[in-house]
């Protein structure tokens, strides 16, 4: 099976700052990679799908990058809301597999 | 609007099973595929089955294979997980989740999950 690893599992940061986290597959996944947003006691939500085509509704400061086994997400001006966990997860194929997760302080 | 409603969660015995019910709504069921994914408490997010719009194509993670079974009924836009042989590492959130197309897609539309607590 493919593993997702993420980096860093968790990070502080504050309002207005850049911030990245990283994503790698153990193999290739084409650029079938996904991005979601977890507050504190709610359901997932999808912010970023195909690596780096933004969900509807998701504000532009959300972006993500990259193909094959090395993906990334960017936040370009961190904002108080933004203060989650961030999964990503690989879709190409069965078995479907989660990223550990980045806990975002801010 | 699209929503997914899930229910049939409890508190269970280890060994005993349940069945996930998962009504869906604001979308045409049968186009779709749809999966199951669980939420430990404090951790992260556990894919556990997808069945495509027609039942032709189940999967599983290794994890559940063999306990746990997914079915949907398109004529009353429900999907459910039978749980069997329940343990206690199967506390957890369980939710019915939607992919945007494809079976094998990212997960779009999450119901808001159905907890099961297996203890004695």
């Known amino acids: 099976d493919i593993q997702m690893t993420q980096s860093p599992s ?13 994503c790698r597959a153990s193999q290739g ?16 939500k999808l912010l970023i799908y195909a690596a780096s085509t933004l969900q509807s509704g998701v504000p532009s400061r959300f972006s993500g990058s990259g193909s094959g086994t090395d993906f990334t997400l960017t936040i370009s001006s961190l904002q108080p809301e933004d203060a989650a966990t961030y999964f990503c997860q690989k879709y190409v194929s069965a078995p479907v597999t989660f990223g550990q997760g980045t806990r975002l302080e801010i | ?17 349940l069945r996930l019910s998962c009504v869906a709504s604001g979308f045409t069921f049968d186009d779709y ?48 997980l039978h749980l069997t042989n329940l343990r206690p590492e199967d506390t957890a959130f369980y939710y019915c989740v939607k992919p945007r ?20």
Do not use: C
Request: avoid cysteine; charge should be neutral.
């Open chain 2, 1 to 17: 609007e699209v929503q997914l409603v899930e229910s049939g969660g409890g508190l269970v015995q280890p060994g005993t099973s």
């Open chain 2, 101 to 120: 197309e494809l079976l094998y897609d990212a997960f779009h539309i999450w119901g808001q999950g159905t907890v099961v607590t297996v203890s004695s």
């Open chain 2, 33 to 80: 595929a749809m999966h199951w994914v669980r939420q430990a408490p404090g951790k992260g997010l556990e894919w556990l089955s997808g069945i495509s719009w027609n039942s032709a194509t189940i999967t599983y993670a290794g994890s559940v294979k063999g306990r746990f079974t997914i079915s949907r009924d398109n004529d009353k836009n429900s999907l459910f």
């Open chain 1, 29 to 44: 996944i084409l650029n079938s990679l996904a991005w979601y947003q977890q507050k504190p006691g709610k359901v997932p």
């Open chain 1, 10 to 22: 968790s990070l502080s940061a504050s309002v207005g700052d850049r911030v990245t986290i990283s």
